[in-house]
């Protein structure tokens, strides 16, 4: 194989399947792999992956422009500037897992906008991430936090590292928990933040939306964990969104009646902002099988969204029986309403 990259003078595109016993057992392999010129694409998949591979990376002359890489979670993770540091004029997009963050030499890539990461919150620190990526547009965070860590403490050292250095914006922000986001303590303007699993904690979630402001939300809930006053006023006070994507888990035996249901959803929608909704309603227990509301129901309760959520004009409700409902609300000057139902799938 070695004898083979020595020969691919015009090789572009990579990807290696291999893991890091193969690499030290066969040096020459990791040698022709680091002399190759006309790279612009990497990818290493396999196991075990080290500092062994971090050098072979750091040691190329190519000019990648995507790179793809994911290090072993079990020993010391290689350190993130040394990895990218080559490519610091050239390198588009990243997806680096198990990685660490040292600020003593930072090189920026001034090119970078696409960051997909997974890194300790013991290394992690806000402000170098900025100074190496000064120009990222999307973030995908996989920050991971110990037990002991204390969520605040890292916050507050996050934000200390912003106060010479910060995004003045970022197009997208993905992260699968409100708390590890929380932590991150990132200052800018977001225009999308995307959390990917449910939310456990509330008023982590109120702080990010008030550092970040978003425009575009997108949230899992389940109904029996939070108030909905105090999401319905998270969500008021950011006066910049105007899409909000909600997906909500309830237990069946949670409600009473269906009435008590719609009255808990119109209070935390009541006054937002937000222009276009989209509600994704999944329901858990022996009946989840069962519709959760009549057609006319469902038109019912498009009508007292549209009327608790004055700048609505679109909205879509989805169900956990593969229904779907979207309208479209055409609103007039003496302030009456109509909904045009756009699209119904079962």
């Not at 793809?68 to 610091?88: K, M, T």
């Not at 204390?150 to 200390?160: E, G, Q």
């Not at 977001?190 to 402001?213: F, G, P, R, S, W």
């Not at 006023?233 to 719609?262: G, H, Q």
């Amino acid at each position: 194989m070695a004898e083979v990259f020595a020969r691919a003078l015009y090789l572009e595109s990579l990807a290696i399947h291999t893991d890091q016993t193969t690499l030290d057992e066969f040096p020459e392999l990791g040698i022709s792999v680091s002399s190759l010129k006309s790279l612009t694409s990497l990818s290493f998949e396999g196991r075990h992956f080290n500092q062994g591979l971090a050098g072979i990376i750091s040691r190329m002359k190519s000019p990648l422009v995507s790179l793809v890489v994911e290090f072993d979670d079990d020993v010391n993770p290689p350190d993130l500037c040394r990895i990218v540091a080559p490519f610091s004029s050239t390198l588009e997009y990243a997806n680096l897992k198990v990685v660490s963050l040292c600020d003593a030499e930072v090189v920026p890539c001034t090119r970078l906008s696409t960051l997909i990461i997974t890194i300790s919150a013991a290394s992690f620190t806000a402000g170098t991430l900025i100074r190496l990526f000064p120009n990222l547009e999307d973030l995908d965070l996989h920050l991971q936090l110990a037990q002991s860590d204390d969520v605040d403490a890292i916050r507050r050292r996050n934000k200390l590292s912003q106060r010479d250095c910060g995004w003045k914006s970022m197009d997208i922000l993905s992260c699968d928990s409100e708390t590890k986001l929380y932590a991150a303590g990132f200052s800018c303007h977001v225009n999308q933040v995307l959390l990917t699993k449910v939310v456990e904690d509330v008023t982590h979630l109120a702080a990010i939306v008030a550092d970040m402001t978003p425009r575009v939300l997108a949230l899992k809930m389940w109904m029996i964990d939070f108030d909905a006053r105090v999401v319905n006023r998270l969500l008021r006070e950011d006066r910049n969104l105007t899409e909000l994507i909600l997906k909500l888990t309830f237990m069946e035996d949670m409600y009473d009646e269906w009435a008590e249901f719609v009255d808990c959803w119109l209070e935390i929608l009541d006054g937002c902002t937000v222009t276009r909704l989209e509600l994704e309603l999944r329901r858990v227990g022996l009946s989840q099988a069962l519709p959760l509301m009549e057609p006319e129901a469902t038109e019912t309760f498009a009508d007292l969204i549209a009327e608790r959520v004055p700048l609505l004009r679109s909205l879509t409700i989805k169900m956990s029986t593969n229904c779907q409902y979207h309208w479209r609300i055409h609103r007039r000057r003496n302030g009456t309403r109509s909904l045009e139902r756009r699209a119904w799938y079962t």
